[in-house]
């Protein structure tokens, strides 16, 4: 009894051994940074360590009129050193994202204060800039003070934290992210039915064909499942370009005239097209593998039994490949609420996505806090969908059919 | 017996909308391909072009990226990139694999779960993740700080493949060595390899072809000396968009048509 229970753990460490050096890396060069940047999204310390005494005195004051000359004083030293020690620009910018127009007020004051010897520092504070007289501006501060904090993730659903501590809306015009996550789950499923309309029949025609043309059929799927992205983003933009080969097609066929020629491009119409192009190999793939497994002897045996072709398909062919639907639309699906490069190169302003505006809050707004909310977000929505799919398909079958 | 002989109209009609939909997979991308031969800088055919006039046609597209070292440049940081990224992936990921097979292993599925995980998460939260942490190692805007992004993103495709090559392979083929006197790794090298190898190259073509497609970890983390050809393009998309591009997109169709090629000629080869 004890030999094979010996043997088959020396059997298991060895397999995890094998495993371990993967493992690890996945870690470190995968994992560890998906975790640093949702750190990003709740962890904020800029604010606290650079004004520790102020916001310690701030704990104190009670939110209404103006806190006491003692914040001041605090507020003016810990501000001119930030302004020394040139964090006081990051300061001034997540001051600015919670209570608009404060970036100018925190650098500008920052830089005056360098003249001011002495206090009180109320009046000194307040002669350089009104806003120091009003609480709201206490309360910015207040707010980006916190180490740890939810504003990230409910600025990235639309909401905000009051002053007194309740959650409320943001205002009308600032209510663009959940309209943003809305979008972006339409226009996938939108994508994915498209899809599935496209790549059904002709899984079914490959399934059903004799092998070597078949295998034909297949090449062509995957020529453009292998070709670079960006050459088949580019493709589109060739055609669908106002100056591009469909409209001059169009055109040269009297569809359209020459002055009206359609916007196919940089706008919704370009994302939905280029995507659907671009993930139906990830449809037809799964389909066709489920499809290969389903005996053509049941759609005969279904006609003998006097079915029309229509019931045959609805009741014998459609509950078998339903797998195969499955598969390829959770695949599709994942991968389109995901998707950036597409929507950023043919979407124009119109046909962007959630992924684009986490890389605009990355690259343009630097608000990094935000764009870790926003991928937060969309991470948990699509670790849910991708544990769905483990259940339902498995994820080492994942892709490839 | 009769519908197959003489197709009905239903059948036609379904026969016509799947060449349609292959119309549409394959059409756009071989558009590209005439284009790229276009005498003029225009994106689309002009009449000479479509008289087949020969002063139409003409090749300085093709001349114009290989005299530019922005273009061979990329080109070579793509290679050196794209094998790195590949070695790792594929040495890493066939031992995994291995590792995996073994249905004793504790916590399969979710190991399994997190090797694949670099494939579906979108790839702008990776990237924007790699950027924070990457930085801070002080690998942003380094080769190897790319090479390792990509090969993680690499990862999950090796595992995949080499786990279905896996899947076939006959176990008592290990036990029948073991019995004939052959130490593990003798086993390894001389019966399983060599049988599972058509997995493993196709697993390494795949991560290959990631790496060589990747932009996003590129833009987010790569410098000037970073710039690959997908990087390179996505400049040429967004800036000052010139048929050079097309010609350049012919090449990488022409690569991907072998690559496809030579997996297909794998994987039937596994297969049999």
């Known amino acids: ?401 | 017996m009769t519908a197959a002989t003489r197709p009905g109209p239903g059948r036609l009609a379904y026969l016509a909308f799947c060449t349609l939909v292959f119309v549409f997979l394959v059409a756009p991308i071989l558009v590209i391909v005439p284009l790229s031969f276009n005498a003029e800088p225009y994106f689309t055919f002009t009449e000479g072009m479509l008289r087949l006039d020969p002063d139409a046609w003409s090749l300085r597209w093709y001349r114009e990226i290989i005299e530019n070292e922005a273009w061979t440049g990329s080109l070579v940081n793509s290679m050196v990139i794209g094998v790195s990224a590949t070695v790792i992936a594929t040495v890493l990921g066939t031992l995994a694999a291995l590792g995996l097979a073994n249905p004793a292993v504790p916590a399969r599925r979710a190991i399994m779960g997190i090797l694949i995980s670099p494939m579906v998460t979108p790839v702008i939260i990776a990237a924007a993740g790699m950027f924070f942490f990457y930085s801070g190692l002080g690998l942003g805007q380094t080769h190897l700080g790319i090479i390792l992004a990509h090969a993680a993103l690499g990862v999950p495709f090796v595992v995949v493949t080499v786990t279905a090559t896996l899947a076939a392979y006959d176990p008592n083929l290990t036990r029948a060595a073991a019995s004939l006197g052959a130490g593990p790794w003798t086993t390894f090298r001389r019966v399983q390899f060599p049988l599972i190898a058509p997995g493993v190259i196709s697993g390494a073509l795949f991560a290959f072809a990631v790496s060589f497609d990747e932009v996003v970890v590129v833009l987010f983390m790569g410098g000037v000396d970073q710039r690959t050809i997908p990087r390179q393009m996505w400049s040429g998309i967004r800036e000052q968009i010139s048929p050079a591009i097309l010609a350049v997109a012919t090449f990488l169709i022409a690569f991907a048509a072998l690559l496809l090629l030579t997996v297909e000629w794998l994987r039937r080869r596994g297969r049999a």
């Open chain 1, 1 to 401: 009894m004890k030999v094979p229970v010996a043997h088959e753990r020396r059997a298991q460490l060895r397999a995890l051994g094998l495993v371990a050096p993967l493992l690890i890396f996945i870690g470190v060069t995968f994992i560890a940074p998906l975790a640093t940047m949702l750190t990003r999204s709740v962890h904020d310390p800029v604010v606290a360590d650079a004004l520790p005494e102020t916001l310690a005195l701030l704990e104190a004051w009670d939110g209404t009129g103006t806190p006491p000359e003692a914040v001041y004083a605090a507020a003016a030293r810990e501000l001119e050193r930030a302004a020394a020690e040139r964090t006081v620009g990051q300061v001034a910018g997540r001051v600015n994202r919670v209570q608009g127009g404060l970036r100018s007020v925190v650098t500008g004051t920052a830089r005056d204060l360098g003249d001011i010897g002495q206090g009180p520092w109320r009046e000194a504070m307040t002669a350089i800039d009104e806003a120091w007289a009003d609480p709201a501006t206490w309360h910015a501060i207040r707010t980006t003070g916190e180490r740890f904090t939810a504003r990230h993730y409910l600025n990235a659903v639309d909401l905000q934290r009051l002053p007194d501590g309740s959650v409320a809306s943001q205002p009308e015009e600032r209510r663009i992210y959940l309209r943003l996550f809305l979008r972006t789950l339409m226009v996938s499923g939108v994508i994915t039915l498209l899809c599935l309309l496209l790549g059904y029949p002709i899984a079914h025609l490959i399934a059903r064909a004799p092998p070597h043309r078949a295998n034909l059929l297949l090449v062509l799927v995957l020529v453009p499942f292998w070709t670079s992205l960006l050459v088949r983003t580019t493709a589109w933009i060739v055609l669908l370009q106002t100056q591009g080969v469909l409209n001059d097609i169009l055109v040269a066929m009297g569809l359209v005239s020459d002055d009206g020629r359609l916007a196919m491009v940089y706008n919704m119409t370009g994302t939905i097209v280029a995507m659907t192009h671009v993930l139906l190999p990830f449809m037809v793939l799964p389909l066709y593998s489920v499809m290969r497994g389903i005996p053509s002897t049941h759609m005969n045996a279904a006609a003998s039994l006097g079915a029309t072709p229509l019931q045959a398909f609805l009741r014998v062919y459609w509950p078998q490949s339903l797998p195969g639907v499955g598969a390829g639309a959770l695949l599709v699906f994942i991968l389109a609420i995901g998707y950036y490069i597409t929507p950023a190169l043919v979407g124009g302003s119109d046909g962007q996505l959630i992924s684009n505006m986490i890389a605009y809050h990355m690259q343009t707004s630097l608000n990094w806090g935000l764009a870790a909310a926003l991928g937060g977000v969309l991470l948990a929505g699509v670790l849910l969908l991708y544990a769905l799919y483990d259940r339902l398909v498995g994820v080492e079958r994942m892709g490839l059919g």
